[in-house]
């Protein structure tokens, strides 16, 4: 799975990779989740940058509450799951990251490693949205992140990554009208991307961290 992720790249970085307005972000190195973060998606029949909460929760549920076992959606059944299989085909969006966490089990306990690009500073995992009403009215706007089968680099820390999608499938990701199908099968592949890894603090475990130096590189 995915839990935690970093975005730390300009209003302006941001809006020039992903072809929307500025948003107004600050770095963050510990995205959690039920916090908010950016997205990309097509609204309206506009692409926009939006903050919305991360962990998905479905237009039919009773509480918001069920979006926080909702913050993955696995590639493999997404098609098939009533609280994903319409986000897939209609809300799909783009997740502006600059890494994300994964934790190794060691005798010594649970070790986070941090994966960020080899090339570049920004990258796009796989979402999806949704809306919810409240029943007092509110509107809540939230997303899943996409996982696959790790890619030879993450898979000795964990079986699991985040989907990631090259730039050059930004615009079809992003098309409601486009064959979900063919986009399912981008999905089940282990993302090519070359990442690098390394343990980091275990500080980033706690959610109230935030900060460059969770990103620092475990000495020792």
């Known amino acids: 799975m995915c839990g935690r992720y970093t975005l730390a790249v300009s209003p302006a970085r941001l809006a020039a990779r992903f072809g929307v307005a500025p948003l107004d972000v600050q770095p963050r190195y510990n995205i959690a989740p039920t916090q908010l973060a950016p997205v990309v998606r097509v609204n309206a029949g506009t692409r926009e ?53 994964e934790w190794q089990t060691t005798s010594a306990g649970k070790q986070p490693f941090y994966f960020t690009p080899v090339e570049g500073d920004l990258m796009a995992f796989a979402g999806l949205w949704e809306q919810w009403h409240a029943p007092d009215g509110a509107v809540i706007e939230s997303y899943a992140i996409l996982t696959t089968a790790a890619n030879e680099m993450v898979a000795p820390i964990h079986d699991r990554m985040p989907v990631i999608l090259p730039p050059d499938i930004d615009a079809l990701w992003l098309d409601p009208t486009a064959d979900a199908a063919r986009l399912h099968e981008l999905c089940l592949t282990p993302p090519p991307v070359k990442l ?20 620092r590189p475990l000495s020792g």
């Not at 909460?53 to 059944?77: C, K, Q």
């Not at 690098?196 to 990103?215: C, F, H, T, W």
């Open 49 to 101: 940058a939006a903050m919305l909460r991360w962990g998905l929760i479905p237009s039919w549920a009773d509480d918001a509450n069920i979006g926080a076992r909702m913050i993955n959606a696995r590639s493999e059944t997404v098609l098939e799951k009533p609280a994903f299989r319409t986000a897939f085909r209609r809300r799909r969006c783009l997740i502006p990251a600059s890494g994300f966490y």
């Open 196 to 215: 690098r890894a390394y343990p980091v603090s275990k500080a980033v475990n706690q959610v109230r961290n935030d900060g460059e130096a969770l990103i």
